[in-house]
Each structure stands twice: as C-alpha cells, then as structure tokens.
C-alpha cells in the first residue's frame, strides 16, 4: 500500500526533482506498508526512513483525533533534519493542510511550522548530517532548500498564511512563523516581498514583532525585516511609515547603544536598508527630528568616562562603523543636493558634527573607526560652507594646538600611516575645499613668502613636503590635494607662481612650478608620481594664460612634453603619456603668444611636425578609454586596496571632460582660419540696424503678451492647488471622523467618491501643467532667436553711461527677485513641516486603529481619551494650516511688490528709450528687455517646477488616504464577521452595505 502525494509546482521544480522522488517511491516500493507493523517484517530489520515518513503522513491525513494528528506532525519534526528531502516530498501540501484547519491547536501549528522551516532551512547541524543506514549527505544541500521554498511560494496563499500566524500571541506559534518567514526571504526574496506588498496589513503584521516583549521573537523580527527590505523601495517606505524609526532608536538605546550588542547592530543594518538610496525616507527621518536622536550615540565620553583609552571590544567597533554608515548615508553625495544640505545643515545645528570631530581628534580609537569617522566629516563639510567654517575651526589637543586640517594632513603624507587611513585624510581634504574658495587662499596663503610663519607648521609646508619626498603616495595624494586648492580659482592660480623653493645652501631658489616640472622629467620618477604632478600642471595651467606664460617661459618643457608623446610606450605609461598631450593642448589653447618663441602657431606648427595632429588627438581620447579613468570618474570617494591602484582624481575627469573638445579644436585650428570682423563687414552691420531693431520690437511686444498669459495661468495654477490641498484636508478630517465613530460604510463610500473627483481634478492640473511647459518652451525658442538677432547689435558703440545706468538698474531688478526666491524657499519649507504633521498625524490615527482592535470591547473610558486626544491634536493641525495661510498672504504681497518693480523697470526702459536717439542706444535697450525676459523665464521654469511637485506630492497623499480607506473598509467587513462568529445579529441593511462597499472595491 502506497500513498501518493501531488505536489504542485513549476516545471523547474518537477524535474529538479523527479530524481529524488523516483529513489523515495522506489524504496516504498520494495518494502510493504505493513511490514512498518512488523507483520511481515525479518528479525532485527528497521523500516527506512521513507516507509516511516509515508506512515505519519498516512496517520496525519486519516486520524480524526486531534492528539493522534499532533503525535504524527511531532514525529515529522523529529524526522524533518536527519530524513529532510523526504519529510519535504511527502508532507508539505499536509502540513498546508493543517496549519489552515487546526489552527485553534497552538502546539500542533508550532510542530508544523518547524517542520517546514527544517525543511526549507539550510542550518542543518552537523550532528545530524548521518543517514539511518550509515549514509552520509552531501555537505552542500542548499539547493534543496531553494527547490522546497519555491514549491511552497508558487501558491502565494501560503505566504499569506503565515502572515497570518503571526497575529498569535501564542511563542509556539509566533517563534517558528517568524523563523520560517525568514526562510523563505532568503532563498526566494524577491517573491516573498510581492506577496507581502499584495497582503492585507502584511508590513503592520510584521512590524507588531519589535514590539513583542519576548527578545527572541523581537530580535528574529528583526532579521526578518533586514532581508525584506533588502531592494525593495516600497516596502522599505511603508516600514517607515509604520513608525520604524522611532521604534529602532528605542531598542538602540535599551540596548546600550554604542556598548550594546549584535541587537544594535541590526537595528543599524535595518536602519541603513531603510535610508540607503530611499529619497522619501531620508526626507521623513530628517522632518521627524529622529538626526538629533543620533548624537547621544557618538556621545562616548560620557557614556564611558575611559572608552577612549581602553580598547573597544568587537562589537563596539561594529556597532559604531554601522551608525557612522547610517549618518553618511543621509549626506550622501549621490542624494539630491537640496536633501543633503538640509541634512548637514541639521547635523551641524544638533551637535552632532562636534561629537565627529571629537571622536577625530581623541586617541586610542580604532583604525578602521578612525577612517570611517574621517570619510563621515568629509561628506558631512562638503560643498557647505557653514560646516566647512566650523571644520576649520577645529583643534587637535596637542600643545600647542594645531588645526584639524594639518593634524590630518601629517597623516596624509607620512608614509607610516595606513594606506586607507591616508585616502580618508585627503578625501577629506577635498571635501574641505569643494567649493571653498576662502578655503582655498588659506591654504595657499601659508606657501606665499609674505604670510608664511617660518616656526610654524602649516598645511601648505606639508603639502610641499609630500609633493617633494621620496613616497610615490606622498607624491600622488600631494599633488592632488594641491589641484584641489586651486579647482575654479584663478586668483589663487596666479598667487601659487609667486611661491619659491629653496634647493640647497648657496644655490638659487626656484618657482614652484619649476620645480614640479623638474620632477616631472626626471628619468627615475615613478608612473605614481608623474600622474600626480601632470594633474597639478594642467589643473594649475588651465584657465590662468598668467601661468601658461610662466610654463613656456622655461624652453625644455615643451620639448619634453612633445618627446614624451611622440615615443612609443607599453600599456602602463600610455596614461602618462595622454595627460603629456592634455598638458600640451592647455599650452596651446590658454596661450596669450607673449612668448615670441611657443605662440600658438608655432606649437600648432611643432606639434604636426613632431607628433601630427591625428596622433595627438588619439592620446587625448584614449586617457578617456582607460580602465582608471573610468573608475575614478564613478564617485569622489577615494575607495582603491592597494596604493598601486591610485592614478586619475575624480575631480580632474570632470576637467578632462571639459576640457578635451576645446583642446582637440585647438590644437586643430589655425589662425587663418579664424573669421574676423572687417570695416565694411561693421558698417554693413550698422546698416541693417533698424530694420533688426523693427522685428526684434514686435518680436519682444510678441513676448510680453505670451508673459502676461503665463502669469495669469500660473496663478490659476496656485489657486487650483490651494483649493485641491483644501480639499485633502477636508478628507483628512472626515476619514478621523469616520475612525472615531468605528467606521460608517455611506461615508466610506462618500469620501472615496469625493477621491475620484480630486484625482481627476489633479488630472485636469497635470494637463494644464503640460500646456504650460509647452508655453514656455515656445518662449524659450522665440528668445533664442531674439538673442541670436541682438548679437548683431554688439559692434555698435554705445553711449557707455547708459550702459551703466541699464547694467546698474537690471541688477537691482535681479536681487528684489532673489528675495522672491528666498520667500518662496521659505514658503516651501513651511509646507512640506505642515505636511510632515499632517504624516505624523495619519500614524497616530494608525495607532488608535490599532489601539481599537486590541482593546476589549467594555473599555470604553481608554476609547473615550484617545478620541480626546486626537481631537486636540487635529484642533493644532488646523492652527498650523492657519499658520500657512498667513505665510501665504505674505508671499502674495511680497509678489505684487515684485510686479511693482517691474512696471518701474520698464518705466525706466520706456525712458531711456525715448531719450536714445540712435540705433546703438536702442539695441542696449533690446538687450537689456531680453535678459530681463529670459530672467523671467528662468522664474517661470522654477515656479513651474514647484508645481509640478506639489501636484506629485498631492497625488502620494490621495493614494494614501485612498489605502487607509481601504484598510479601514477591511477592518469594518472583519468585525461583523467576527460578530457572526460570536453569535451577534447582524442586520440585513449592513449586509447590503457591505454587498455595496465590494462591489465599490470591485470597480
């Protein structure tokens, strides 16, 4: 006697096992179901491991005797690690069966949900690794716990049942449901992730596990949410929404923080998959104040007074290397540039910053911690001013103190150090000078003979140092960190000639310049160095024609540069030699031909003589061709293992980038060739004047009527949105009224009616929006063609002082708008905190929800507080958005002042127009109206912007309160069942709701 299972699965799974079943059903085979019994069995013989999984399976099916079924699926645990495949063949679809019909017996679920996870699962212990009969198993068995999960996840159902176990409070059924869900996740996450997004209250259910009180079923929860949101954006925002973040900080700080141990560490992990690469998150995280709840994290010194002088045990390190990850994270150089401004701006103001730079700055902090600290301040400085500001202000505790920046530059250069370790140090230095351009001349300003402080040591003096020493790296980060200082800085480009050098007792000192062009030819300099040295050379050339001068004033460089290009060389000094013809091409292109001997003809002339024009263009091209080219252009982080694997910045491919085109035109062209203006070509000019002045007046009154129209259906466009964000809030406050009543079907039914409406409405905005940029981009076309006619214009002579007083009377038109833009940018903050609220207020509804279901059905004084509560809370929910109206009506007299002056602009155009009697003076005019019309389109693309986005913000908010809508109607059909359940009358009117409210859903 046999029992057959059908199992149903995907073909890959059938033929992924049709071995293994055909070796389990052949030894049923050949041994009869009643020889288990004994009936027909020899002396001493053993039943196999099959005949006896067959016979529970059998017993589990046939028993009617809910002990009979528990004895049966406990032995199938117990057989579930050692007879694994069979157990998995023959007894899932019957373990299905009775997690779904004995689910009111707790101990017979648990069996069951462990057997499927031993099965599913790969943490088999060794122990158990032994057959019956003597055999061994293969060590590698992965695969078929692979093969068990997607058979178990081709019916969703069963990811869905689960789900549904862990609303039991019960550990035996909470505990290995939880196991078994993380399972699943890691053989086949991707799956498991869609049948929790498609599950009602799937994300709710499984967050409930941080709350649980039982650390195991809490710290499993915690697993389990690393890997689901592993890639996953939507998960990972409705798992912030679902107050994660709040409620991970609360286990890191009961935990220990810092001092804490493996919990902590995945509260971080979790953490991070949450923030990582998730723009709304990181939004939320920063509007919900939870970056200020960081810094008592890097509070080390007084959560322990000597954690700084003893060692950090493991876990330590770990635990603060992940909160370091989960701050750079948010000031990220890859996330949008106004959400990582926002976020330094917050880390400085909180302290946070200060309590980096201390851990810094202390001693007896780990390598790695100490590296990662440094990659963490520079990205928290970068590219802003006020934490840059404060950067440099920062002290080592040293006597005498010295300044952050050169502690850590004496790191950088000295060879000692760990290699990682002096990348941080000049990633950082990098980050302190982007966009720093006082930055930039204090660094400078220590190598001018005029401020330099001989008995001081100095930023400047040990870059020097490092760019001269004997250390190919020294060399390298030296250079680069000089480029660095002087990246769209022309100014301190020319102070950097002045520095000179001392080469020995008695000899003449040489210029800087000099002598890294002495370095460079040197027959014994290292690929490392020379790479260094050309991106400080074409760095410190390119843009300053004062420094090209000083370049070609020595005659043996050009020489070397065309030698070094010409010769044929192996693949390592191929990019030595493209950064040679880059360096060349800046010598030609920012050439003034001061110098009678190098003027751009006469290298253009050397250059295709020597090298030929085709071939220098090839070397350019191939830098961009290279392997390290392509690496250093992905991020400005420095991230190589080995000190050999450092040759392009990420800084100097943007230059390169630039540059290339211009230099192979260059290097191309001659002088010939260039077209110049002659006499007649002006008069000629001259002669057509009016006749461009006519079409460009009815081209400008052509553009100013198109102006006007745009005002006006930008206005409409703000009123349409002010009435739209009315109306959200309407359906705010009626969705909390229908949670505090519990839920009445007709309002459901309203407010989802009254949604449909607001979502075509936002239709017809997002049309209107369309036409809009389509208005605009026709102004654009009719501008450039206004500016491509004015250009004519230029050979005339105008009057100079009319001329000043237009330049002078446009620029005060430009700041009046930039106050615009500051209030606007005011205006935007306060309402996206109003909409931060507004979020913060949808989770408390969420939470009484919650607090509904949980509670017992007499307790109606807790009830009655929360609905109080709420109440008040809505009540400051409406002060706020009076708040905002006030803030608007600021903004709209704030904008009739900036239309008032434009009307006295123009006035002051009128003017000046009727006084100007000749065709020069009118074509000022006709320029000035079009930089003024193309300021105002500039306006109009950015207003335009920010309505586009406050209608995609609108339309997130109506999808969310469309799913809690949703949720709410769920919950409503779930108690009347359950009031069916427990013998409560149920009228046939709510039965008629309910038929309307699906079919509602349906459609």
């Not at 991070?272 to 080390?300: I, M």
């Amino acid at each position: 006697m046999l029992v057959t299972f059908h199992l149903f699965y995907s073909s890959n799974a059938t033929l992924a096992f049709s071995g293994l079943r055909q070796s389990v059903n052949c030894t049923a085979t050949k041994m009869s179901f009643f020889s288990i019994f004994g009936s027909n069995q020899e002396p001493g013989a053993k039943p196999s491991g099959a005949e006896t999984v067959a016979k529970l399976c059998d017993r589990v099916q046939s028993s009617t005797l809910l002990d009979d079924r528990r004895d049966a699926v406990r032995a199938l645990k117990a057989l579930s690690k050692t007879f694994r495949l069979e157990v998995g063949t023959q007894s899932m679809e019957i373990l299905i069966h009775v997690l779904q019909n004995d689910r009111s017996d707790a101990e017979i679920v648990g069996y069951a949900l462990d057997t499927l996870h031993n099965t599913i699962s790969n943490s088999v212990d060794e122990d158990e690794d032994e057959l019956s009969n003597g055999e061994v198993k293969k060590a590698d068995e992965s695969h078929i716990g692979e093969q068990f999960t997607e058979i178990f996840i081709k019916k969703p159902e069963n990811v869905t049942l689960i789900l549904d176990l862990l609303v039991e409070f019960d550990f035996k059924v909470r505990w290995p449901a939880v196991k078994l869900l993380t399972a699943l996740t890691v053989h086949r996450s991707t799956q498991v992730q869609q049948c929790v997004l498609v599950s009602p209250m799937g994300v709710s259910k499984l967050m409930d596990l941080l709350s649980d009180s039982r650390e195991v079923i809490r710290n499993d929860g915690l697993l389990l949410l690393i890997q689901l949101t592993k890639n996953n954006a939507n998960i990972q925002k409705i798992v912030a929404f679902e107050n994660a973040f709040e409620k991970l900080l609360e286990i890191i700080s009961e935990e220990g923080g810092s001092e804490g141990g493996i919990v902590v560490e995945d509260c971080l992990l979790l953490l991070l998959n949450l923030l990582k690469k998730n723009s709304s998150n990181q939004t939320f995280f920063k509007e919900g104040r939870y970056v200020q709840k960081l810094a008592p994290f890097f509070d080390l010194q007084n959560n322990e007074p000597k954690s700084l002088d003893v060692g950090w045990s493991a876990q330590k390190v770990n635990n603060v290397n992940s909160m370091l990850q989960v701050v750079r994270t948010l000031v990220s150089p890859s996330n949008p540039q106004q959400a990582t401004a926002s976020c330094q701006k917050v880390i400085n103001q909180c302290g946070l910053l200060k309590q980096l730079c201390t851990i810094l700055m202390a001693s007896g902090v780990p390598a790695d911690i100490l590296t990662e600290t440094i990659n963490t301040v520079s990205e928290v400085i970068r590219g802003s001013k006020v934490n840059q500001e404060f950067f440099a202000s920062v002290s080592a505790p040293s006597t005498p103190p010295r300044p952050a920046i050169v502690v850590l530059v004496m790191s950088m250069v000295n060879e000692k150090q760990p290699f990682v370790l002096r990348c941080a140090v000049l990633y950082c230095f990098q980050c302190f000078l982007y966009k720093n351009e006082v930055g930039q001349e204090q660094i400078i300003s220590t190598l001018l003979p005029a401020t330099a402080d001989a008995s001081a040591i100095t930023a400047g003096q040990l870059l020097c140092g490092g760019l001269f020493s004997q250390d190919s790296v020294s060399n390298w980060c030296a250079s680069v960190a000089l480029a660095h200082a002087l990246k769209d800085n022309a100014s301190q480009k020319e102070q950097l000639l002045r520095v000179q050098l001392a080469t020995g007792p008695g000899n003449p000192s040489v210029s800087l310049l000099q002598q890294c062009t002495n370095m460079l030819s040197q027959p014994t300099a290292k690929v490392q160095t020379r790479l260094g040295l050309l991106m400080l050379l074409c760095s410190w050339l390119a843009n300053c024609q004062l420094a090209v001068t000083h370049f070609l004033a020595n005659s043996a460089n050009v020489p070397f540069l065309m030698a070094q290009v010409a010769e044929h060389v192996d693949e390592q000094e191929a990019l030595v030699q493209g950064l040679c013809a880059f360096l060349l091409g800046i010598s030609v292109h920012f050439n003034d031909n001061s110098n009678t001997t190098f003027t751009k003809e006469s290298l253009r002339n050397l250059i295709s003589k020597r090298i030929g024009l085709e071939s220098l263009v090839e070397k350019l091209e191939s830098v961009t061709k290279h392997e390290s080219y392509t690496l250093a252009a992905q991020k400005p982080q420095l991230r190589y293992s080995q000190p050999e694997h450092l040759l392009i910045d990420y800084e100097f491919t943007s230059l390169y980038k630039q540059l290339e085109g211009s230099l192979c035109k260059a290097v191309c062209s001659s002088d010939d060739a260039e077209s110049k203006k002659t006499v007649e070509d002006h008069d000629n000019i001259v002669m057509q004047y009016k006749e461009i002045i006519r079409e460009q007046d009815a081209e400008l009154n052509e553009l100013r009527s198109k102006h006007k129209t745009l005002e006006k259906e930008h206005k409409a466009c703000e009123l349409q949105l002010n009435e739209q964000s009315s109306q959200i809030q309407q359906l705010k406050d009626q969705y909390t009224l229908i949670k505090a009543q519990g839920g009445n079907g007709e309002d459901a039914l309203r407010i989802a009616a009254e949604l449909k409406e607001l979502r075509e409405n936002q239709q017809v905005l997002n049309r209107e929006i369309k036409e809009k940029d389509d208005i605009i981009e026709k102004l654009k076309n009719d501008l450039t063609i206004a500016d491509a006619k004015s250009v004519l214009a230029e050979g005339s002579s105008a009057s100079q002082n009319q001329v000043v007083e237009l330049q002078s009377t446009i620029q005060a038109q430009k700041k009046e708008i930039d106050e615009f833009n500051l209030i606007v940018a005011a205006q935007k903050d306060e309402e996206q905190r109003l909409k931060g609220e507004c979020l913060d207020l949808t989770r408390q509804i969420t939470q009484l929800s919650l607090a509904v279901d949980a509670a017992p059905s007499g307790d109606h004084s807790s009830l009655v507080a929360e609905k109080a509560a709420l109440t008040a809370k809505q009540s400051e929910t409406q002060a706020l958005l009076a708040q905002a109206e006030d803030q608007n009506t600021k903004l709209s007299t704030d904008n009739q002042r900036l239309i008032s002056t434009n009307h006295n602009l123009e006035s002051q155009l009128k003017t000046l127009t009727e006084n100007c009697s000749s065709s020069t003076s009118q074509a000022t005019r006709l320029q000035g109206e079009v930089d003024d019309m193309r300021d105002r389109l500039h306006e109009l693309e950015s207003e335009k912007e920010m309505c586009k986005k406050e209608a995609a913000d609108s339309k997130q908010e109506l999808d969310d309160l469309l799913v809690l809508l949703t949720d709410t109607s769920n919950k409503v059909d779930e108690y009347r069942k359950k009031l069916k359940e427990l013998g409560e009358e149920v009228t046939e009117d709510e039965e008629e709701e309910d038929e309307d409210e699906e079919e509602e859903d349906e459609i």
